[in-house]
């Protein structure tokens, strides 16, 4: 129930007793572009409200339905995967490994650059966490030392950290930099600056070997690669070299080649390991589930393509990452939307 007011413009001079003097229904476009009688004294927004809810009233035990099922056939699926993953002999080489007595230096550092806290939605944040606890893991376990360095490591990743991993204070051999930004931690020099290569699956520039003296960046972000060409352009913008890791030359894989930042880490700390063999780091890293054997890659779209990031699972225990926990469109069920525009 809502009551009728008339819409007073600031010159009206009628009585609010006399219906006689009420202003006529307003006529608008509904989003049909049907002509609908607004209620007088309505505004065309809250009109658009009520009838997002009352579609929502409507149509919302169907939606919990459907939402009870698809979670019902992910369960089912995400079983059979681990269940498959099990038996791959590959896929459990680096989760094997004991942690070494002492590492090889590998010559190589690596940069995470987590300059993109507005860009992420808190999930995001929370599966970038999960993602540098899973690098920091695979440093410490990795035969060869790769350094390992997280720049701007502040605001709401910071504020995680501190929240649900505080002993992160205390992980040795991990250089964290609150405050210094990618940039402010390059080398003023040109010829030292040509050492460091940022990492970003946009580019035809491929790696063949890790070079020793070089240094790699990767991009800190979560973000079912929403924002395309984000690394490049800020590599661009920077003045450094660009290289994507060569995947399509020694794997086949069922969506695009966008890595998760930790699976980046985890196959260069593997690629040492391997005597620098890619396709045993990249099979050793990427879930089997992601992979696909002897079979002809589709082409990618030119637009960047739609298929999915590859996102690493979480551990168990710790949160679900972005992609697990949102809905298929990122979206979770409360009250309609009402971001209506007129
Ligand atoms: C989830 S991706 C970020 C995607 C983001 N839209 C972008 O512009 O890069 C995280 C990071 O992993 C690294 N990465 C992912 N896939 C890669 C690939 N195929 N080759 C090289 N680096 C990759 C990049 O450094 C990238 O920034």
């Known amino acids: 129930m809502f009551r009728i007011l008339p819409q007073i413009s600031p010159t009206s001079t009628y009585s609010m007793s006399d219906p006689e003097q009420l202003p006529e229904p307003v006529q608008v476009n509904d989003a049909k572009r049907q002509k609908v009688e607004l209620p ?13 809810q009352k579609r929502w009233d409507e149509q919302k035990d169907e939606y919990r339905q459907k939402r009870r099922e ?105 250089t964290i930099k609150e405050n210094d930004t990618l940039e402010e931690l390059l080398p003023k020099d040109a010829e030292e600056l040509s050492k460091f290569v940022y990492l970003t699956a946009d580019t035809e520039e491929e790696i063949d070997t890790l070079q ?6 990767m991009g800190g972000i979560v973000d079912k690669n929403r924002h395309k060409q984000l690394c490049l352009n ?4 920077l ?19 966008v890595l998760a930042t930790s699976h980046v880490y985890e196959i260069m700390c593997m690629c040492f390991e391997l005597n620098h063999d890619w396709e045993k780091a990249f099979n050793s890293v990427l879930p089997p589930r992601k992979l696909r054997a002897g079979i002809e890659e589709p082409k990618e ?24 926990a949102e809905g298929e469109n990122g979206e979770s069920e409360s009250e309609p939307k009402t971001s209506e525009t007129n």
């Open 40 to 52: 007088p004294g309505m505004s065309k927004n809250a009109w658009k409200k009520l009838q997002k």
């Open 70 to 174: 698809k979670k019902k056939i992910a369960r089912v699926n995400k079983k059979l995967r681990s269940e498959a993953e099990k038996n791959d002999e590959n896929y459990h080489l680096q989760a094997k490994r004991e942690k070494p007595q002492s590492q090889i230096p590998s010559g190589v550092s690596v940069i995470m650059d987590c300059e993109f806290d507005e860009l992420m939605s808190d999930k995001e944040i929370v599966s970038l966490s999960n993602q540098i606890t899973r690098c920091y893991s695979a440093k410490r376990h990795s035969t060869h030392e790769v350094d390992l360095v997280i720049s701007t490591f502040n605001k709401r990743l910071k504020a995680r950290f501190e929240k649900s991993l505080p002993d992160y204070k205390l992980w040795q051999n991990l």
């Open 212 to 217: 020793e003296g070089y240094t790699y960046i």
């Open 234 to 237: 800020k590599a661009k913008k």
């Open 239 to 257: 003045g450094l070299k660009v290289a994507r890791l060569p995947i399509g030359k020694y794997i086949q894989m069922n969506s695009r080649h």
């Open 301 to 324: 779209k030119s637009d960047g393509g739609s298929t999915e990031s590859v996102e690493p699972e979480d551990k168990k225990g710790e949160d679900s990452s972005a992609s697990d």
